[in-house]
């Protein structure tokens, strides 16, 4: 065995993977180690030819009018909010009593879900001898079923999203006898078929979705696991990240429910788990202020409960300016402090400039992305009493010093903004100057006098406060 297989295997046993190899044929034992899967849970059964592709080996006499043209189409209601639903719609023909509207199963609910349904319901559901033309106006689902399928099963799914609707989509393909063919047609451009389909998918939405995934096939026809020859180190960490499950943090998962919350009873939506977690890391937010979020929702900050366990340091725990035991629910939302009370007035006014309705402060609003640079702003403050002056109220920041921390923390947050937009320096991460003109204007000083490209210039400030 080569020193480098020594070592993955070495890996791979410390880290608690087994490498399945399955018995080789004679054709493939040339290829070595090709073969070798890794992350699979389950060893394959054998690894000939016909196992890699079952529908290499049909020779079936094809008469051209013997084929069947079918059109698909998807669609998510609320996409990317809790209460999303998918569905598809298969269309055969005019007043073809096969024609059908679907409500997609599963616990993943979005456009490309109800895409990639309705073509494994079709692979699953039509005579298997029948030649198909499925017509669908999704890329996404024509391309990784055709183009990048070979590297997805490959690369052992990492890191690709719906992969296990891909996963049997494509193992029940493989299970027809007869050619099946996929083509994509532009979407709304007065095509029949996709017109007939899309109407069909309006009225998936009435229907029960089916109590599970029975379009999944038996297992065997699902390649598992990743080839090792087509690995990188990247690759292999992806995948070892992947699968070790990250541990559940109750405290946090109650966060994320406040969050969403908050969220639905200002929008009327409720956004995925995903969604609240990717708009902390979303890169209009700067890094200091993703990790103050990232950690005030793990309850990873020292404050309240925390300082009861450090001897001498018991009476922290409580909140000096109102005597209740702290939590960053109080130090944000609750609190007498001059620097609670100033920053949130400072930030209504601006929003108001703004025209928009100042919303009602609750713990959800405050962690939203919105307002969470004063969040930190207070936090900051709170820290510096607590720590730095020792609860010294003769030394506690005066109204005035408040305001400038504020403008400060707004200018820096302004400049900021204004640098960005330089796409030469920034290339694809460059923000669009017009949000930054629309974000900032009727707050910024003088902005009369100012020019329209203002945000080229250095020394633009805040006019509040
Ligand atoms: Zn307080």
Redesign the pocket.
């Known amino acids: 065995m080569p020193k480098y297989l020594r070592e993955i295997f070495k890996a791979a046993t410390k880290y608690g993977f087994t490498i399945h190899t399955g018995p080789i044929s004679q054709h493939l034992k040339g290829q070595m180690p090709a073969w070798h899967n890794i992350f699979s849970t389950k060893p394959r059964l054998d690894n000939l030819p016909q196992s890699q592709c079952p529908r290499s080996t049909h020779k079936i006499q094809l008469l051209e009018d013997s084929w069947l043209t079918i059109y698909t189409d998807g669609s998510c209601l609320e996409n990317g909010t809790d209460e999303a639903k998918c569905r598809s719609g298969i269309w055969f023909g005019q007043g073809d009593p096969r024609n059908t509207a679907l409500h997609c199963p599963g616990p993943t609910q979005s456009n490309q879900v109800g895409e990639l349904y309705a073509i494994a319901w079709i692979a699953k559901t039509t005579d298997k001898h029948t030649p198909l033309r499925i017509k669908s106006d999704s890329k996404y689902v024509i391309n990784g079923l055709t183009t990048y399928l070979q590297e997805w099963e490959d690369h052992g799914w990492i890191g690709i999203n719906n992969k296990e609707l891909f996963q049997a989509t494509a193992a029940v393909l493989r299970l027809r006898e007869a050619p099946t063919v996929l083509l994509w047609v532009k979407g709304h451009a007065g095509d029949i078929g996709n017109e007939e389909a899309d109407k069909l998918v309006k009225e998936g939405a009435n229907k029960t979705p089916p109590d599970n995934n029975d379009i999944v096939p038996n297992d065997n026809t699902i390649l598992l696991g990743a080839k090792l020859c087509t690995m990188t180190q990247a690759k292999l960490y992806k995948g070892i990240k992947a699968s070790k499950q990250t541990p559940f943090c109750c405290k946090a998962m109650i966060n994320v429910e406040r969050i969403k919350c908050s969220i639905k009873e200002l929008t009327g939506h409720t956004p995925q788990d995903s969604a609240v977690w990717k708009s902390i890391h979303n890169k209009d937010i700067s890094h200091n202020i993703c990790s103050y979020l990232w950690k005030t929702i793990h309850h990873a900050y020292k404050c309240g409960e925390w300082w009861q366990q450090i001897p001498g340091y018991e009476h922290r725990a409580d909140?000096?300016?109102?005597q209740?035991p702290?939590s960053m629910e109080?130090?944000l939302l609750?609190?007498?402090?001059n620097a609670?009370t100033i920053i949130w007035k400072l930030a209504q006014q601006m929003w108001e400039l703004k025209g928009e309705e100042w919303p009602d402060l609750s713990w959800g609003t405050v962690l939203g992305i919105i307002i969470s640079e004063f969040a930190h702003l207070i936090w900051k403050l709170r820290c510096e009493r607590c720590i730095e002056y020792e609860d010294n109220a003769d030394k506690f920041h005066s109204p005035l010093e408040i305001k400038r921390r504020w403008l400060g923390t707004m200018n820096r947050r302004l400049a900021l903004d204004c640098t960005l937009t330089n796409s030469h320096k920034y290339g694809k991460r460059a923000i669009n100057k017009h949000l930054v003109i629309t974000t900032w204007s009727q707050i910024i000083k003088d902005e009369r006098s100012l020019p329209k490209d203002w945000f080229k210039q250095s020394g633009v400030l805040v006019g509040i406060g």
């Not at 609750?334 to 402090?337: A, K, Q």
């Open positions: 909140c000096p300016q109102c209740v702290e109080h130090i609750e609190c007498d402090s609670r």
